[in-house]
Protein backbone atom coordinates (compact mmCIF):
# COMPACT_ATOMS: atom_id res chain seq x y z
CA UNK A 1 0.00 0.00 0.00
CA UNK A 2 1.16 3.23 -0.84
CA UNK A 3 2.11 5.76 2.27
CA UNK A 4 2.55 9.53 1.72
CA UNK A 5 5.40 11.28 2.59
CA UNK A 6 3.89 13.16 5.41
CA UNK A 7 2.70 9.68 6.49
CA UNK A 8 5.87 8.28 6.59
CA UNK A 9 7.48 11.13 8.61
CA UNK A 10 4.79 10.72 10.70
CA UNK A 11 5.38 7.31 11.24
CA UNK A 12 9.22 8.06 12.10
CA UNK A 13 8.37 10.81 14.35
CA UNK A 14 5.56 8.45 16.59
CA UNK A 15 8.01 5.74 16.27
CA UNK A 16 10.41 7.55 18.03
CA UNK A 17 8.28 9.28 20.55
CA UNK A 18 6.34 5.41 21.40
CA UNK A 19 10.17 3.96 22.08
CA UNK A 20 8.98 1.73 18.87
CA UNK A 21 12.37 0.71 17.24
CA UNK A 22 10.83 -1.74 14.95
CA UNK A 23 8.26 0.70 14.03
CA UNK A 24 10.82 3.38 13.15
CA UNK A 25 12.95 0.57 11.07
CA UNK A 26 9.45 -0.22 9.19
CA UNK A 27 8.90 3.98 8.64
CA UNK A 28 12.33 4.34 7.29
CA UNK A 29 12.71 1.45 4.82
CA UNK A 30 9.26 2.70 3.75
CA UNK A 31 11.04 6.22 3.24
CA UNK A 32 13.65 4.58 0.74
CA UNK A 33 11.01 2.67 -0.68
CA UNK A 34 8.70 5.53 -1.49
CA UNK A 35 12.50 8.00 -2.39
CA UNK A 36 11.98 10.04 0.15
CA UNK A 37 15.44 11.87 0.62
CA UNK A 38 16.59 10.34 3.86
CA UNK A 39 18.06 13.82 4.66
CA UNK A 40 14.91 14.75 4.83
CA UNK A 41 13.61 11.90 7.07
CA UNK A 42 16.13 12.66 9.17
CA UNK A 43 15.83 16.45 10.02
CA UNK A 44 11.57 16.43 9.68
CA UNK A 45 10.95 13.00 10.72
CA UNK A 46 13.51 11.98 13.44
CA UNK A 47 14.95 14.95 14.65
CA UNK A 48 12.09 16.55 15.69
CA UNK A 49 10.81 13.43 17.92
CA UNK A 50 13.95 13.11 19.86
CA UNK A 51 13.84 16.60 20.33
CA UNK A 52 10.19 16.10 21.85
CA UNK A 53 11.58 13.45 23.69
CA UNK A 54 15.01 15.60 25.36
CA UNK A 55 12.09 18.12 26.60
CA UNK A 56 10.47 15.62 28.02
CA UNK A 57 13.28 14.30 29.78
CA UNK A 58 14.16 17.83 30.64
CA UNK A 59 10.57 17.99 32.39
CA UNK A 60 11.81 15.21 34.17
CA UNK A 61 8.44 13.81 32.64
CA UNK A 62 10.53 11.11 31.14
CA UNK A 63 13.74 9.38 32.57
CA UNK A 64 17.20 8.28 31.03
CA UNK A 65 15.87 4.27 30.19
CA UNK A 66 13.42 6.18 28.46
CA UNK A 67 15.46 8.44 26.95
CA UNK A 68 18.02 5.59 26.21
CA UNK A 69 15.08 3.32 23.65
CA UNK A 70 14.24 6.58 22.07
CA UNK A 71 17.81 7.24 21.41
CA UNK A 72 18.41 3.79 19.95
CA UNK A 73 15.10 3.62 17.62
CA UNK A 74 16.35 6.70 16.49
CA UNK A 75 19.85 5.30 15.80
CA UNK A 76 17.97 2.15 14.46
CA UNK A 77 15.89 4.36 11.59
CA UNK A 78 19.25 6.84 10.80
CA UNK A 79 21.20 3.02 10.19
CA UNK A 80 18.63 2.26 7.72
CA UNK A 81 18.86 5.96 6.18
CA UNK A 82 22.33 6.40 6.07
CA UNK A 83 23.32 4.18 3.50
CA UNK A 84 20.95 6.63 0.95
CA UNK A 85 22.48 9.64 2.37
CA UNK A 86 26.23 8.48 1.13
CA UNK A 87 25.02 7.12 -2.05
CA UNK A 88 26.51 9.79 -4.23
CA UNK A 89 30.00 8.98 -3.01
CA UNK A 90 31.52 6.99 -6.00
CA UNK A 91 34.46 7.46 -7.06
CA UNK A 92 34.49 11.13 -6.53
CA UNK A 93 37.90 13.48 -6.04
CA UNK A 94 38.21 13.83 -1.95
CA UNK A 95 37.76 17.65 -1.47
CA UNK A 96 40.09 17.57 1.93
CA UNK A 97 40.48 15.47 5.15
CA UNK A 98 38.31 16.20 7.85
CA UNK A 99 38.58 14.91 11.37
CA UNK A 100 36.01 14.44 13.51
CA UNK A 101 34.90 13.46 16.98
CA UNK A 102 32.67 14.60 19.84
CA UNK A 103 34.30 16.55 22.88
CA UNK A 104 35.88 14.82 25.96
CA UNK A 105 32.83 14.19 28.37
CA UNK A 106 30.12 14.18 26.06
CA UNK A 107 29.06 10.42 24.39
CA UNK A 108 25.95 11.90 21.89
CA UNK A 109 27.38 10.19 18.90
CA UNK A 110 24.00 10.80 16.58
CA UNK A 111 24.41 13.89 14.97
CA UNK A 112 27.89 14.05 14.98
CA UNK A 113 27.85 10.84 12.73
CA UNK A 114 25.43 12.33 10.35
CA UNK A 115 27.73 15.37 9.68
CA UNK A 116 30.11 12.56 9.33
CA UNK A 117 28.20 10.85 6.86
CA UNK A 118 26.96 13.65 4.66
CA UNK A 119 30.74 15.20 4.34
CA UNK A 120 32.03 11.51 3.15
CA UNK A 121 28.71 11.98 0.47
CA UNK A 122 29.87 15.25 -0.52
CA UNK A 123 33.20 14.32 -1.21
CA UNK A 124 35.34 14.44 1.65
CA UNK A 125 37.38 11.88 3.63
CA UNK A 126 36.13 11.45 7.00
CA UNK A 127 38.12 10.48 9.67
CA UNK A 128 35.61 9.94 12.92
CA UNK A 129 37.05 9.65 15.88
CA UNK A 130 34.22 8.39 17.96
CA UNK A 131 33.04 10.19 21.37
CA UNK A 132 34.44 11.68 24.33
CA UNK A 133 37.59 12.85 22.55
CA UNK A 134 40.36 14.74 24.79
CA UNK A 135 41.80 17.84 22.65
CA UNK A 136 45.19 16.00 21.97
CA UNK A 137 43.33 13.10 20.39
CA UNK A 138 42.12 15.20 17.68
CA UNK A 139 45.02 16.98 16.95
CA UNK A 140 46.89 13.54 16.78
CA UNK A 141 44.94 11.95 14.42
CA UNK A 142 44.63 15.57 12.52
CA UNK A 143 48.64 15.14 12.23
CA UNK A 144 48.58 11.64 11.14
CA UNK A 145 45.86 13.17 8.75
CA UNK A 146 47.32 15.42 7.42
CA UNK A 147 43.60 16.75 7.84
CA UNK A 148 42.31 20.20 6.82
CA UNK A 149 39.85 20.56 9.33
CA UNK A 150 39.01 19.78 12.57
CA UNK A 151 35.47 19.22 13.54
CA UNK A 152 33.77 18.61 17.17
CA UNK A 153 30.71 18.10 18.38
CA UNK A 154 29.30 18.91 21.73
CA UNK A 155 25.69 18.43 23.41
CA UNK A 156 25.58 19.33 26.68
CA UNK A 157 26.27 23.16 28.04
CA UNK A 158 28.90 22.09 30.26
CA UNK A 159 30.75 20.03 27.79
CA UNK A 160 31.09 22.45 24.84
CA UNK A 161 33.60 24.14 27.05
CA UNK A 162 36.11 21.72 25.44
CA UNK A 163 35.47 23.26 22.04
CA UNK A 164 37.29 25.99 23.60
CA UNK A 165 39.81 24.01 25.11
CA UNK A 166 40.74 22.48 22.11
CA UNK A 167 41.25 26.20 20.23
CA UNK A 168 43.46 27.29 23.39
CA UNK A 169 45.04 23.50 23.00
CA UNK A 170 45.90 24.08 19.36
CA UNK A 171 47.10 27.49 20.15
CA UNK A 172 49.35 26.52 22.89
CA UNK A 173 51.64 23.97 20.71
CA UNK A 174 51.46 26.14 17.96
CA UNK A 175 48.90 23.87 15.86
CA UNK A 176 46.09 26.25 15.96
CA UNK A 177 47.10 27.98 11.73
CA UNK A 178 47.85 24.45 10.66
CA UNK A 179 43.65 23.35 10.92
CA UNK A 180 40.31 25.00 9.81
CA UNK A 181 38.24 24.11 13.21
CA UNK A 182 34.58 23.76 12.94
CA UNK A 183 32.29 23.52 15.78
CA UNK A 184 28.84 22.42 16.14
CA UNK A 185 25.59 20.43 18.75
CA UNK A 186 22.79 21.29 20.61
CA UNK A 187 23.75 24.03 22.92
CA UNK A 188 26.56 25.93 20.05
CA UNK A 189 25.86 28.48 17.91
CA UNK A 190 27.21 31.28 15.39
CA UNK A 191 28.31 33.39 18.88
CA UNK A 192 29.70 30.83 20.76
CA UNK A 193 31.61 29.70 17.49
CA UNK A 194 33.35 33.01 17.34
CA UNK A 195 33.89 33.80 21.05
CA UNK A 196 35.89 30.80 21.26
CA UNK A 197 37.92 31.55 17.57
CA UNK A 198 36.79 28.76 15.90
CA UNK A 199 36.63 29.42 11.79
CA UNK A 200 33.26 27.65 11.38
CA UNK A 201 29.51 26.99 12.92
CA UNK A 202 26.95 24.90 10.96
CA UNK A 203 23.79 24.09 12.75
CA UNK A 204 22.71 21.10 10.67
CA UNK A 205 24.85 18.74 8.40
CA UNK A 206 23.99 20.04 5.75
CA UNK A 207 25.42 23.68 6.39
CA UNK A 208 27.96 21.85 7.54
CA UNK A 209 29.13 21.10 4.54
CA UNK A 210 28.34 23.94 3.08
CA UNK A 211 31.02 25.30 5.58
CA UNK A 212 33.36 22.85 5.10
CA UNK A 213 33.49 24.09 1.74
CA UNK A 214 33.46 27.25 2.42
CA UNK A 215 36.43 26.83 4.81
CA UNK A 216 38.91 25.14 1.88
CA UNK A 217 37.72 28.05 -0.74
CA UNK A 218 35.99 25.39 -2.48
CA UNK A 219 32.49 26.26 -3.97
C1 LIG B 1 19.61 11.25 22.23
C2 LIG B 1 20.12 11.90 23.47
C3 LIG B 1 20.90 11.13 24.34
C4 LIG B 1 21.35 9.71 24.02
C5 LIG B 1 22.54 9.78 23.04
C6 LIG B 1 22.64 8.58 22.12
C7 LIG B 1 23.71 8.77 21.10
N1 LIG B 1 24.25 7.66 20.65
O1 LIG B 1 24.07 9.86 20.69
C8 LIG B 1 21.74 9.17 25.44
C9 LIG B 1 20.54 8.48 26.05
C10 LIG B 1 22.94 8.23 25.50
C11 LIG B 1 21.99 10.47 26.18
C12 LIG B 1 22.74 10.57 27.33
C13 LIG B 1 22.85 11.72 28.10
N2 LIG B 1 22.22 12.90 27.88
CO1 LIG B 1 21.32 13.33 26.24
N3 LIG B 1 20.21 13.88 24.85
C14 LIG B 1 19.81 13.28 23.77
C15 LIG B 1 18.86 14.22 22.98
C16 LIG B 1 17.42 13.86 23.35
C17 LIG B 1 18.97 14.24 21.47
C18 LIG B 1 20.38 14.45 20.88
C19 LIG B 1 20.34 14.08 19.42
O2 LIG B 1 20.80 13.01 19.05
N4 LIG B 1 19.70 14.91 18.58
C20 LIG B 1 19.49 14.63 17.16
C21 LIG B 1 20.68 15.07 16.31
C22 LIG B 1 20.42 14.80 14.84
O3 LIG B 1 20.87 16.46 16.49
P1 LIG B 1 22.23 17.11 16.99
O4 LIG B 1 22.98 16.16 17.83
O5 LIG B 1 21.96 18.45 17.52
O6 LIG B 1 23.09 17.26 15.64
C23 LIG B 1 22.80 18.14 14.57
C24 LIG B 1 23.38 19.55 14.74
O7 LIG B 1 23.56 19.95 16.08
C25 LIG B 1 24.65 19.54 13.96
N5 LIG B 1 25.90 19.09 14.59
C26 LIG B 1 26.10 18.17 15.56
N6 LIG B 1 27.41 17.99 15.79
C27 LIG B 1 28.08 18.82 14.97
C28 LIG B 1 29.44 19.05 14.79
C29 LIG B 1 29.87 19.98 13.87
C30 LIG B 1 31.32 20.20 13.70
C31 LIG B 1 28.92 20.70 13.11
C32 LIG B 1 29.38 21.72 12.16
C33 LIG B 1 27.55 20.47 13.28
C34 LIG B 1 27.13 19.53 14.19
O8 LIG B 1 24.35 18.66 12.89
C35 LIG B 1 23.56 17.57 13.38
C36 LIG B 1 22.74 16.95 12.30
O9 LIG B 1 21.99 17.87 11.55
C37 LIG B 1 19.30 15.60 23.56
C38 LIG B 1 18.27 16.72 23.45
C39 LIG B 1 18.64 17.74 22.42
N7 LIG B 1 17.68 18.56 22.08
O10 LIG B 1 19.76 17.84 21.95
C40 LIG B 1 19.67 15.21 25.00
C41 LIG B 1 20.61 16.10 25.82
C42 LIG B 1 21.75 16.61 24.94
N8 LIG B 1 21.13 15.15 26.81
C43 LIG B 1 21.28 15.68 27.98
C44 LIG B 1 21.81 15.00 29.11
C45 LIG B 1 21.81 15.78 30.43
C46 LIG B 1 22.32 13.68 29.01
C47 LIG B 1 22.98 12.85 30.12
C48 LIG B 1 23.97 13.63 31.03
C49 LIG B 1 21.84 12.20 30.94
C50 LIG B 1 22.27 11.46 32.18
N9 LIG B 1 21.72 11.88 33.29
O11 LIG B 1 23.06 10.56 32.13
C51 LIG B 1 23.70 11.76 29.29
C52 LIG B 1 25.09 12.21 28.81
C53 LIG B 1 26.23 11.38 29.21
C54 LIG B 1 27.51 11.95 28.60
N10 LIG B 1 28.57 11.92 29.35
O12 LIG B 1 27.55 12.40 27.48
C55 LIG B 1 20.85 17.15 28.00
C56 LIG B 1 22.03 18.13 28.07
C57 LIG B 1 21.70 19.32 28.94
C58 LIG B 1 22.66 20.44 28.73
N11 LIG B 1 22.18 21.50 28.11
O13 LIG B 1 23.79 20.37 29.08
C59 LIG B 1 19.96 17.24 26.71
C60 LIG B 1 19.97 18.63 26.05
C61 LIG B 1 18.52 16.85 27.13
C62 LIG B 1 17.87 17.87 28.02
N12 LIG B 1 17.09 18.76 27.45
O14 LIG B 1 18.04 17.85 29.22
N13 LIG B 1 21.37 11.53 25.56
Known amino acids: ?33 EGIDPFLAIKEGLTPAINEIGKKFERMEIFLPQLTIAAKAMEAGVA ?10 GEKVKLGKVVIGTVQGDIHSIGKNIVATMLRAAGFEVIDLGVDVAVDKFLEAAERAKADIIAASALMSFTKVMQRDLVEYLKSVGARDKYKLMVGGGPVNEEWAREIGADGYAEDAIKAVKVAKELLGLK
Do not use: C, F, T
Open 1 to 33: MHMSKEEILKELREGVLNYDEERVKKAAMRALE
Open 80 to 89: ILEPALDKSQ
